[in-house]
């Protein structure tokens, strides 16, 4: 009797084992570029400061600085495959007035 309830503890151990490998492949080979992708994506943080500083002027009340909202982005070109490279840079270009030289 004690040899059979230790033979399903084994059984069961051995199925979870055998589970567990299954699952560690499924992750690691399989869906492997997935994993890939969200690896860099958590890498990449963007972080917005405001900084107003006001208007600077001299001791001539002549006005040296001044605010000016500006837009920056950041395109990484490992996201997009090197054909549709061209294609994105004069969509953007268009987008924002800026000539840009082919590639």
């Known amino acids: 009797m004690n040899n059979s309830r230790v ?16 699952k560690l492949f499924d992750i690691q080979i399989l869906k492997n ?7 860099k994506r958590q890498q990449n943080k963007s972080e ?3 900084a107003e500083r006001g208007l600077i002027y001299d001791r001539n009340n002549i006005l ?3 605010n000016r909202n ?3 982005f950041f395109l990484d070109n490992n996201f997009i495959t090197p054909k549709d490279r061209p294609t994105v ?15």
């Open 7 to 22: 033979l399903w503890i084994l059984i069961g151990v051995s199925v979870f084992f055998l589970l567990l490998i299954v």
């Open 33 to 39: 570029e997935d994993s890939i992708f969200y690896a």
């Open 48 to 50: 917005y400061i405001k």
């Open 64 to 66: 040296l600085v001044y």
């Open 70 to 72: 500006d837009i920056s």
């Open 89 to 103: 840079a004069n969509k953007l270009s268009s987008l924002f007035k800026i000539v840009v030289p082919s590639i």
